[in-house]
Each structure stands twice: as C-alpha cells, then as structure tokens.
C-alpha cells in the first residue's frame, strides 16, 4: 500500500463546539461530546455490561477525532469493578489533532484531566500506520491508526467485540460510510459483535444490513431523534486456553524482549538459554545504534523499522534499569547522489521530528567534527546498552542458563525440549525460538546465516571528545564505562569468535570516513573489541511468527545488525499473535516477515 503524508486536523470551533473547516462539520454534538459518547458508543454497545465476565474485550473505531470515546470508555472500564482483564482499543482517524490541540481540546472535560493527561503525554508523532500505547499496567491498549479508514481498515488484524461508528457526517465523508467500509467491518466481528453510530440516515442503515448486521433504532443524543445500534451474527465467545505455560529458547534480545511481552498477557514464561547468563551472544556488545533507516520511495523496510523505532521509544521509556543515552545520531550521506537523495528524502517525509536533512557545515557541529558531508539528523536516537535492555526485559522471569536444547518433538498438546542426555528439560504447549544462529538446527527450514562481526573500543582517553552517534558505513558511538563503540565488519558464513587485526583496520578505515582524522593516534594492534554472530536473514528483515505447518511452534529472529530497533515491536506483534489479539502492524508487513514468505519465494521460482 502507498502511505500518505499526516495531515493534521486545525484547532478551529463553531461558537463552543470543535470544528473541521476541511468538512465542514462539528466533531461531535453541540449538547456535550463526552456525553454524546457515553450515550451514543458506549450505550449503544451495551457498555460496560458487555464486557463483563470477559477475558478481553476489542472495540474498533472509524474515526478518533479529539479522542473523548476513548476517554470515556477507558473512564467506564476503570470504574467497572467487572471489568474485563484486558481492554483493547483501535481507533483510524485521517487527520489526527497535534499533541498541544488535543489537550486544549480536553480541558472541556475536567473529570477526564488525569486520563487525557496520560494520553497526550504519549502521544505519537503524526505519522502514518499503527502506534501502540499502553496504560493501566498494560490492561488498556491503545492501537491508534493514522491515516485514511479506507486504506487501513483492509489493513488490520483483530476480532472487534464492539465497534464505534464515528466520523463526520455522511454526505461530508462518504468513503467513510460506504459499502466498502461496512464490508471491512463485517470482516473484522467478532461473533455477536456489536455497532453503534449517531446517524440513522437510510443508506447507513441499508449498507449495515447489506454487511449482514441486524440494526435497530435507539433514541438519539442531544438533537438526534434516533441512533442506530446494530450487531453481527453468533454469539460472543471468550474462551482463553487454560494451559499458560510456554517456553522461549534464547535469552538475546529476541527472548527477552518476547519473554516481556509475553509475560505481559500473563502468560507463564519460562526461558532457556544456553550461555551461562542472558546477553552472551550478538546481543551482548556495549552499545549498539537506535534509529529508523528512512528511504526515498518508503519502502516495507523503512515503514517497518520507523513503527519499531518510535514503540521502542515507549517501550524503553517504561523499562527502568535500561542503559541508553539519546543523544542523537548522524547518518552522513556517502556521496553527493546519496546526499542528495537524503535532502529529497527528507523534503518528502512524513514529520520533521522524527528526522531531517542537515547540511554539511549543520552537520559539522551537531558532530563536533569536520565532516565531508550532509546527512541525516535523527533527534530521538542515540545507542543503547543491550545488555542492560535484555536484563531488564527478563527481571522477574524465571531464566534457566547452561540449558542448550539439543532436541524438541510435538507429543500431543506439548512441545517436549530434551538435552544431549535425552534428558527432558522443559514442555509446554507453545514453543518460542529465539535462539539466533542456532535456530536452524532446531528448525531447518529457517533460512538464517551467520554474520559475524567486529567492534572496536577506543580508549576514551585516546581520542577527542564526541558526544552523539555517527554514521557513514560504519559507526561510532560516544564514550561508555571509558570506551567508544566503532564498526562494525561483516563477514558471511564466518564462525570464527577471534578477533583479528584486519577487522580493526578496516574499523579505523570507517571510522575516519565518518570523522576524518579523529582516530589518528589509535594503534589497530593495541585495539580490542568483541566479536559477535549476527543471525541474517535473507531479505534483511526480521522472522517473526508461526512455523510453517507446526502446531504452537513460533519463531523471533533474523535481527541482524538492527536487533535493538526490531527487538521491542516484534515481540509485541509475536505476543500478540499467539496471544489471538489485535496485532500492533498492517497485515502487509505482518506477511513480509512471516516465514512463510520464503515458502512463497520458492513456489514463485518453481513456476518461473
């Protein structure tokens, strides 16, 4: 799909009452919007009766506008003493309100101040696709879905148990209200799902029971004689399987960050991890790079590592104990056709700060360093401590080292993990492998490779002052415990844990293209680093989901050099598929790093 640059909404009112110029239309009504809300959404899907006795609950929205639905409903589920366990909100909205309006917006609503507080406070940069946000300890979830309804909705992954119809009025909005739409919706219902909109106009009505809803009418809100409230086939049903247990192979980032959030949906997580403690293999370097890696024609990677970048944002901003510094980072341009395809990139993005073009002598100081080119300025990255990241994702998971799984086999409901003793050591029903390079051996029909590579320590005393993260086919890093990160190599098929002298010549050759003359006085036969072995994959994006044709088998890898950017949000879509949940990305790139994609690639070479 082609993602469209976020327009905002404008701050604008008709007398009291927030107001779109762009469609000439009120964004709720005159009398009150929480109140409309509370009347129309909530009443009308028999809200909070509905979710009671239930494990999670899905509502789907058409249209956010200043958010007061969501409000309003996570108002009535904190004050539901049978609420459901887990509260799932997804709401599209085309034109989002910037952070500053939507609080000024809410501030018509007093009694809402902490909850509205919570919101802005997270609110996503105005890009498109899906941000996930978590509150109340991770019992609400908020999935907001920036763009337009009828590209997204086709898009998502989710049973709604209710849905809220919302939006600016038909003959103002059609595609919102069209045939199209209501298809989508009969798509994502759950059994018994239901729907509740303020309009009762006739074709709402007949493209509702097109769509195979029974709708009725209701009495309206404020000015409105009627609402319509409709539901879909079946009867609701919420059954959570009762065996929690499940086990993940690998305590890397991948593990980690899957054991998290896992645990998360209080699944009873249990980790293997062959090494004598978490973090030893390629997740174990002192710091790594955070950032997003933007591309002129936007492509399935970029889209792909901007939604992991910005929810690892949250995610680590909720994760006390871990070792990062946001200091920035600087991606050079490597000559003048890449510079100026940055320069272009950057004019096209989607929100400045997020990232931006700087020229060279901009680029110059941000370093603190003459450099020879322009580049790319990314204000939220910086590096991060792995480490400290996996430690902190594991804290109070149970994690079993010195275990390495020589053997697994599926009898009955189970998933039976044995040693080279034949010895069992664990069982569960579902079975996480995130065991990097190993994988393979496990599960041969994961196309993973080895990339080893080298990181050199610089002595900080050794070299000047440098305070953010550099790039330019090849990084540096600032000082950490006395030494900065550069690299890093790649060597294919290369299981060789040695360090080598050549690797720190050609560490110090990137280096000096980054910050020409900066590591001048460095030695690369007195330089040490550390040797790590990447897991790749074919494609350069991550592996995330099912294993072809297995019963609760499931797989997280493929990181490469990018695993603290993929780490957090592909263990949320992981958790989140096993768990039967809304997933947090659009269905395109849920199928892009599937492993069935590489099933597909054969067929596709087969019939050529």
């Not at 009694?111 to 109340?136: D, I, K, N």
């Not at 000096?512 to 350069?540: E, F, W």
């Amino acid at each position: 799909m082609t993602y469209q640059t976020i327009v905002p909404a404008e701050l604008a009112y008709a007398g009291a009452t927030p107001y779109s110029a762009r469609y000439d239309d009120i964004y709720h009504s005159a009398q009150g919007g929480l109140e409309q809300a509370r009347h129309v959404f909530l009443g009308g899907n028999d809200i909070p009766a509905a979710w009671r006795g239930c494990e999670r609950f899905v509502i789907l929205e058409t249209g956010l506008g200043l958010g007061l639905n969501f409000l309003a409903t996570w108002h009535a589920w904190r004050n539901d003493p049978q609420r459901c366990r887990r509260l799932h909100f997804l709401s599209v909205e085309k034109h989002p309100f910037r952070r500053d309006d939507l609080a000024r917006l809410h501030e018509q609503c007093p009694e809402l101040a902490g909850l509205s507080a919570q919101l802005v406070l997270q609110w996503p940069t105005l890009v498109p696709g899906l941000h996930r946000l978590h509150f109340e300890n991770e019992a609400v979830t908020l999935t907001l879905v920036f763009g337009n309804a009828v590209d997204w909705l086709p898009q998502l992954t989710l049973a709604a148990d209710a849905f809220y119809l919302d939006g600016f009025a038909p003959d103002r909005n059609p595609d919102l209200w069209s045939d199209a739409t209501f298809a989508q919706l009969r798509r994502l219902a759950a059994p018994g799902a239901t729907l509740a909109t303020w309009t009762v106009a006739e074709d709402v009505t007949r493209r509702a029971a097109a769509a195979d809803f029974r709708w009725g009418k209701r009495p309206g809100f404020g000015n409105k004689r009627y609402m319509l409230a409709a539901s879909a086939p079946g009867t609701r049903h919420g059954t959570m399987p009762t065996d929690r247990r499940i086990v993940v192979v690998g305590a890397g980032l991948a593990g980690a960050s899957a054991a998290n959030r896992l645990a998360a949906r209080d699944y009873d997580v249990t980790v293997l991890e062959r090494a004598s403690k978490p973090a030893q293999g390629a997740s174990g370097n002192i710091a790594g790079i955070f950032r997003p890696l933007p591309s002129l024609d936007d492509t399935r990677l970029s889209r792909l590592l901007r939604a992991c970048f910005l929810y690892g944002q949250r995610h680590f901003a909720a994760l006390p104990g871990v070792r990062h510094g946001p200091t920035g980072v600087l991606h050079l341009a490597r000559d003048a056709r890449h510079e100026d395809t940055q320069r272009r990139t950057a004019e096209a993005q989607f929100a400045p700060e997020l990232f931006r073009f700087v020229e060279r002598d901009e680029a110059a100081r941000l370093a603190g360093w003459p450099v020879e080119m322009g580049g790319w300025w990314f204000p939220g990255g910086g590096w991060i401590d792995p480490p400290s990241l996996c430690r902190t994702n594991l804290a109070g998971r149970p994690v079993r080292c010195g275990v390495e799984v020589a053997r697994m086999e599926r009898k009955g409901t189970l998933w039976r993990l044995f040693d080279s003793d034949r010895q069992l050591i664990a069982e569960a029903p579902q079975l996480v492998l995130a065991n990097g390079i190993d994988t393979p051996r496990l599960a041969p029909q994961v196309p993973i490779r080895v990339g080893r590579g080298l990181v050199s320590h610089l002595p900080e005393a050794d070299v000047p002052r440098f305070d953010i993260v550099a790039t330019r086919n090849g990084y540096v890093t600032p000082a950490i415990d006395g030494l900065h990160c550069a690299g890093a190599t790649l060597t294919p098929d290369d299981m060789d844990t040695a360090q080598r002298l050549d690797d720190h010549v050609e560490n110090l050759l990137r280096l000096d293209a980054i910050l020409p003359g900066y590591g001048k006085s460095l030695n690369p036969a007195q330089l040490d680093g550390r040797v790590g072995l990447r897991p790749m994959s074919p494609d350069r994006l991550p592996i995330v989901g099912p294993v072809s044709a297995s019963d609760g088998l499931w797989i997280i890898n493929g990181f490469g050099a990018r695993g603290l950017v993929w780490a957090s949000l592909c263990a949320e879509l992981l958790a989140s598929r096993i768990a039967a949940e809304p997933l947090p990305i659009e269905a395109e790139l849920v199928q892009a790093i599937g492993v069935s994609r590489f099933d597909d690639k054969r067929r596709s070479r087969r019939t050529m």
